[in-house]
């Protein structure tokens, strides 16, 4: 078979929605439940085979921490593909997530494949997510932006985020959706692969 055709995907998203969590899940299929916040960004490659070919992705896992959007940049350009996080028990997150998808809109290649995850999964304590309709006020926003110091801890969450109100804006932005858990797995390979089979049709 021919040299596996090279990809350069980025991941970006708030602090602590776990970007770097599902690369490793991704990459290695593993967990941490206290991973570190990254610092610049991290680079790891992955292979996805479709039905007829292999993509090596080449992943950009970028810090989420404020201090380093300047660095962004950097990591989207010339990017083919962006996944862009944020966590389904933190509404301010889906915010930054919007921003990031703007800018990229602005900014990266007009070509790029984007794909918008929540993140999570496990957390959700439903089955669908349409219980949630109510916590995606801005008024839950500005409330769990208070917390922002706390990200890290996930204890007693549950999800803010329903599945159907960021699959919406996902569809009228022209962008894949899924929701997905680093730490079960769920969702995490379906993630690069729907991205690889988008940019196997380009
Ligand atoms: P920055 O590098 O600072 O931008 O953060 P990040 O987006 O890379 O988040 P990271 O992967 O470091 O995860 C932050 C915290 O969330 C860690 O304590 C993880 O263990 C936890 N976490 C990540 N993914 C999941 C998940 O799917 N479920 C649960 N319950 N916790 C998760
Ligand atoms: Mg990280």
Do not use: C
């Amino acid at each position: 078979p021919a040299k596996p055709i090279q990809i350069k995907v980025v991941l970006l998203g708030e602090a602590a929605v776990g970007k770097s969590s599902l690369v490793l899940r991704f990459v290695n299929d593993e967990f941490q439940e206290n991973k570190e916040p990254t610092i610049g960004a991290a680079f790891l490659t992955q292979k996805v085979r479709l039905d007829d070919s292999v993509l090596k992705l080449d992943i950009w896992d970028t810090a989420g921490q404020e201090r380093f959007h300047s660095l962004a940049p950097m990591y989207y350009r010339n990017a083919q593909a962006a996944v862009v996080v944020y966590d389904i028990t933190r509404a301010s997150s889906l915010d930054r997530a919007k921003s990031w998808i703007k800018e990229l809109q602005r900014q990266a290649n007009p070509n790029i494949v984007i794909a918008l995850v929540g993140n999570k999964l496990d957390l959700a304590g439903d089955a669908d997510g349409a219980s949630a309709t109510k916590a995606t006020t801005a008024d839950d926003a500005e409330a769990s932006d208070a917390d922002a110091d706390e990200q890290a801890d996930t204890e007693g969450r549950s999800r803010q985020v329903a599945t159907a109100t960021a699959r919406a804006y996902a569809e009228e932005t022209g962008l894949l959706f899924l929701e997905a858990s680093a730490k079960t797995g769920e969702g995490v390979v379906e993630t690069f692969t729907e991205i690889a089979k988008k940019l196997d049709l380009n």
